[in-house]
């Protein structure tokens, strides 16, 4: 049976109470922590950087999913392994050697991803696609959360399920940006395992009553 997770991004918690924003989110049931890191380049905005990982790491023992939106990530990874990322992902965009990144990430023992904006191609990943962890399939152009979803990459999710399904690989198929309770029906069906969600979790009143709702929907979505 496929795992089916779902990962919280905490680009839309409440940054004033983030201890307590990771308590409540992990008591309502997230398997894992996304964590957005923007640098200002890759994509036009600023987020956080390795200390904002470490405190994280300091208050909850679910996975830290580290998702780079930055240049040069060979240069940071080494900070974002010690703060005590367990999976991190790597944009194909921003990185040159990205077979050297992902083993750069694999040789320190933590699961590597590779991560694709909308437009770009799957293509990119032919020669990649048994040596990561994770695919991770974005649904919206980075750099904000609560942007819709965009329905294109629907298609892209069916074909890379396919291609993973076609060669007997276990890579995971993640997506992220504008999962909602009206699009994430759609998104499992398409053959997603790892599902990240900020504003429909943190903009949520209840966040324990939206996951089992999400839960919910993914075991049933055909
Ligand atoms: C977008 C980020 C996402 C973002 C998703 O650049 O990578 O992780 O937090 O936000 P929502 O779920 O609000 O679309
Ligand atoms: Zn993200």
């Keep these: 049976m496929d795992p089916k997770l779902i990962a ?4 839309a918690a409440d940054f004033t109470k983030l201890g307590a924003e990771l308590n409540t989110v992990e008591r309502a049931g997230a398997d894992a922590i996304h964590i957005d890191i923007m640098d200002g380049h890759f994509v036009p905005n600023f987020s956080m950087g390795p200390d904002i990982v470490k405190a994280v790491r300091g208050v909850t023992t679910l996975p830290l999913d580290v998702h780079l939106m930055i240049t040069n990530p060979d240069q940071y990874i ?5 703060a005590g990322a367990d999976w991190i992902s790597v944009h194909v965009e921003a990185s040159r050697h990205i077979d050297r990144t992902v083993r750069a990430i694999k040789t ?3 699961k590597a991803g590779v991560a694709l904006n909308p437009s770009t191609s ?17 649904g919206v152009n980075t750099g904000f959360g609560g942007q819709q979803f965009i329905p294109y990459t629907l298609e892209k999710i069916r074909l890379l399920r396919t291609i993973i399904r076609g060669k007997n690989l276990s ?19 398409a053959g997603v395992n790892i599902f990240v969600a900020g504003s429909s979790i943190f903009g949520s009143q ?3 009553v939206t ?3 999400f839960r919910n929907i993914i075991s049933v979505a055909k």
């Design 8 to 11: 919280p991004s905490i680009l």
């Design 78 to 82: 080494p900070y974002f392994i010690k």
């Design 108 to 110: 320190a023992d933590l």
């Design 122 to 138: 799957l293509s990119t990943l032919d020669w990649m696609l048994d040596q990561v962890d994770y695919v991770l399939i974005l």
């Design 171 to 189: 890579t995971l198929i993640e997506t992220d940006g504008g999962i909602n309770e009206s699009t994430i029906q759609e998104i499992a069906a």
């Design 206 to 208: 209840d966040y324990e």
């Design 211 to 213: 996951i089992k709702n």
